[in-house]
């Protein structure tokens, strides 16, 4: 942002011409300043180009989901986006899905990002000035998964839950919502970063992790296609281990304990 600077008025012949910056909300115009004979011929200039940057400094915020990539950071994130108060307050938004340390942020994983017209804008003419990837066939259970993200859902337990089960059902995945929420609310209290650094499994170097607590080699052997690599992805995380306890026990619904 540009600080105001504090100018004097030049003591020299009234036809010199100078630079002065008029603050206008959070930004700055140059103006040229001319002599005292024509300054009433240079203000009106200003006015249109005042007018509209009040005009963008008044733009109200706007909210989008986003997922991390890999190699994103919470300041890349903000930068791209505009979004105002930057990577803190983007963490700030966010805290619940994150966790404790902003820098530890994992591929799949969906933040809400508040950021104005201007920076939804610049996001959708960086997107339309890429050049076009040629459409591949999809495979038929990465097009269903597709479909099934292609819905709205929200950035939280209730929005993974129903996010999951829609795959679920598309892959043939039995469960239901209720044995999904029982089992997570026990395993993991519903943070999708929760990991056991204690039990046997961690003494054995494969710590459980995620909403449901599965171990890295479960949740690879019981991925989704479809579904992110990343197993502190909720959505991952829920249908991998729905797909073990369908394998194990029939279905999520049949589990009331350790599995």
Same mark, same amino acid.
């Given at each position: ?30 103006? $040229? ?9 240079? @203000? $009106? ?31 890349? %994130?903000? =930068?791209?986006? =505009? ?13 619940? *899905?994150? &966790? ?16 104005? @017209? *201007? ?43 129903? @996010?999951?089960?829609? %795959? ?5 995945? $039995?469960?239901?919502?209720? &044995? %999904? ?10 943070? $999708?970063?929760?990991?056991? /650094? ?38 991952? /995380?829920?249908?991998?281990?729905? /797909?073990?306890?369908? =394998? ?12």
């Amino acid at each position: 942002m540009a600080g105001r600077g504090k100018h004097r008025r030049p003591r020299t012949n009234p036809l010199t011409r100078g630079i002065i910056a008029a603050g206008t909300g959070g930004a700055a115009l140059t103006l $040229p300043l001319l002599g005292a004979t024509h300054a009433s011929a240079a @203000e $009106p200039q200003s006015a249109p180009a005042a007018a509209q940057s009040v005009k963008q400094a008044a733009q109200p915020a706007k909210s989008l989901t986003y997922t991390v990539v890999k190699g994103d950071s919470l300041a890349r %994130i903000a =930068d791209k986006y =505009d979004v105002s108060g930057g990577w803190k307050q983007l963490y700030k938004d966010n805290r619940a *899905a994150v &966790g404790d340390d902003p820098k530890l942020i994992h591929p799949g994983l969906k933040l809400t990002v508040k950021t104005t @017209e *201007a920076g939804a804008a610049k996001k959708t003419a960086t997107k339309s000035s890429a050049p076009a990837k040629p459409a591949a066939k999809p495979a038929g259970g990465v097009a269903q998964a597709t479909q099934a993200s292609a819905k709205t859902y929200a950035n939280n337990l209730d929005g993974w839950i129903r @996010e999951a089960l829609d %795959i679920m059902a598309q892959k043939g995945i $039995p469960g239901s919502y209720d &044995g %999904i929420y029982r089992n997570v609310m026990r395993e993991s209290s519903g943070n $999708p970063l929760a990991i056991n /650094n204690w039990d046997s499994n961690a003494a054995k170097g494969t710590p459980s992790k995620g909403l449901l607590q599965t171990i890295d080699p479960t949740f690879q052997a019981y991925h989704v296609d479809g579904t992110s690599w990343d197993p502190y992805d909720p959505v991952a /995380n829920i249908t991998a281990a729905c /797909n073990y306890a369908a =394998d194990r026990y029939g279905s999520i619904d049949n589990v009331n304990g350790p599995y």
